[in-house]
């Protein structure tokens, strides 16, 4: 039974990682491949109860995406795999080289933490830190100012914990990926999502 549930988990995860290259949506990509997501309709659908810091409106973003699916699992589960990034590698592909510099050794308050992820190596930032409800962080290349700034929502739903994921671009650098492949970081975080419902509702309760 472990065996077979380790071949099924890392078939899923070559899927997923196979959609993001291929350009297809994650949720569908058993199915078929999907127009490509643009900024301006994850900005009508981006969730009102997100706190931004400053400087870092989704209405004046370079960059910008909504992702949200209900994980079938207490958000106590789904919050504890957030943050415990050392561990992102193990079940989400475009993460690598996870190393907390600064607090730990998991994410909470003012945690710094340098990553490899969409091939770039960035350093990243707690700003906010709620257990089990929000957290969310800058994003940057170390010794520069913040380009962009993740969030995670987490609500309790009948069902299991709804999770929504979003991320603001600001500046030269999210403006050249969007004008290149505006629908990338849409991708990258359904196959986030998608590869953490794996990992919270496989566990068990």
Same mark, same amino acid.
């Given at each position: 039974?472990?065996?077979? &549930?380790?071949?099924? =988990?890392?078939a899923?995860?070559?899927?997923? =990682? =196979?959609?993001?290259?291929l350009g ?11 127009a ?17 810091? /400053? ?5 004046t973003? %370079? ?7 209900? #994980?079938? =699992? ?7 795999? #957030?943050e %415990?990034?050392?561990? +992102?590698?193990? +079940?989400?592909?475009?993460?690598? @080289?996870? &190393?907390?510099?600064?607090? *730990?050794?998991?994410l909470?308050? %003012? ?8 091939d ?13 409800? &929000? #957290? ?33 671009? @600001?500046?030269?650098?999210? /403006?050249?990926?969007?004008?290149? %492949?505006?629908?990338?970081?849409? &991708? *990258?975080?359904?196959? +986030?999502?998608?590869?953490?419902? +794996? ?7």
């Amino acid at each position: 039974m472990i065996h077979y &549930r380790t071949l099924q =988990a890392a078939a899923i995860l070559s899927l997923l =990682a =196979a959609c993001l290259s291929l350009g297809l949506d994650a949720q569908a990509s058993t199915r078929t491949a999907t127009a490509v997501r643009t900024m301006r309709q994850d900005q009508d659908t981006r969730s009102p109860d997100i706190h931004w810091p /400053a400087g870092f409106d989704p209405a004046t973003a %370079d960059l910008f995406s909504h992702n949200a699916l209900l #994980i079938r =699992a207490p958000c106590a589960k789904v919050f504890g795999l #957030i943050e %415990d990034a050392s561990r +992102w590698p193990s +079940w989400y592909p475009n993460s690598s @080289k996870v &190393r907390i510099v600064d607090g *730990g050794p998991q994410l909470g308050p %003012d945690t710094r933490f340098r990553w490899t992820t969409f091939d770039l190596d960035i350093e990243s930032k707690v700003h906010e830190f709620v257990p089990d409800s &929000r #957290i969310g962080w800058y994003g940057y290349t170390s010794g520069q100012a913040p380009a962009f700034y993740h969030t995670w929502y987490l609500t309790p739903a009948a069902d299991g914990c709804m999770t929504v994921m979003e991320e603001v671009g @600001k500046g030269a650098a999210p /403006a050249h990926l969007r004008d290149t %492949d505006e629908g990338l970081m849409h &991708r *990258g975080h359904d196959l +986030w999502l998608e590869t953490l419902r +794996w990992e919270a509702e496989s566990q068990g309760t």
